[in-house]
């Protein structure tokens, strides 16, 4: 007796938990195929099962065996789904942001939502992108999804550096990445973009004279410049 366990194009899938009457468990071979030999007038059934299809049928009888026989079980993919939002630090929706996926392109709604649709087992990762945002966390990796997920949410800030009080080339202690990543957010923009100008803004405080506090604050934007 063969089983064989196929999709819907008649593609093999192996590795399919068969339970055969007087045999014990075993899995479809790489060709989707188990086979059994069984006594004439053999009488029985089949179920078959996999973590990552549904098939039609899930099991099988059969009775008063007399020949060689095959029996197909045909499965189907189970598919889930990925879902969260993409909003800047206020909570506002950043609509058409963009979701990267194994080389395919997801955008946000108005309202800042995105869902998309995997196969059982899926690994890979989702990195968002907006125009002059940068993103916390910067990307989401997933391995072999079992299940759909939803809550999958990105934060996006807009660029900004902060200085150490009354430097023009220090930042402020603890702000490292964020001005590392502001920078990186304008700079693959402009990359992008070639033909785009920006303008850079160097602001201080109110604590110096006004020349001075002018002075920094070009010195700020020409350091955020080179």
Not at 27 to 53: F, K, L, M, P
Not at 157 to 174: D, L, M, Q, T
Not at 183 to 190: E, P, Q, Y
Not at 207 to 218: D, S, V, W
Request: with cysteine.
């Amino acid at each position: 007796v063969k089983v064989a366990t196929v999709d819907s194009n008649g593609k093999a899938i192996p590795g399919v938990n068969i339970r055969f009457s007087g045999f014990d468990p075993r899995n479809s071979d790489a060709s989707g195929v188990a086979t059994y030999t069984v006594d004439c007038g053999t009488n029985g059934a089949i179920a078959v099962a996999h973590e990552c299809y549904d098939f039609s049928p899930a099991e099988n009888s059969y009775s008063n065996i007399r020949g060689d026989k095959e029996f197909k079980f045909v499965g189907k993919m189970r598919t889930y789904n990925i879902a969260g939002s993409v909003k800047d630090a206020g909570g506002n929706a950043l609509s058409g942001a963009v979701l990267h996926v194994d080389g395919k392109k997801v955008k946000t709604d108005g309202a800042g939502n995105y869902s998309f649709t995997v196969n059982c087992g899926w690994s890979g990762k989702v990195v968002p992108e907006y125009e002059l945002y940068y993103f916390t966390p910067k990307a989401r990796e997933y391995n072999n999804v079992r299940a759909s997920v939803s809550c999958q949410d990105f934060t996006g800030y807009k660029p900004i550096v902060y200085f150490k009080f009354a430097e023009g080339k220090v930042y402020r202690e603890g702000t490292e990445e964020t001005a590392a990543r502001s920078i990186d957010a304008v700079t693959n923009f402009l990359r992008k973009n070639p033909e785009a100008r920006v303008l850079l803004e160097g602001h201080t405080c109110y604590i110096q004279r006004r020349l001075p506090n002018f002075e920094l604050g070009l010195e700020r934007a020409q350091f955020v410049e080179s």
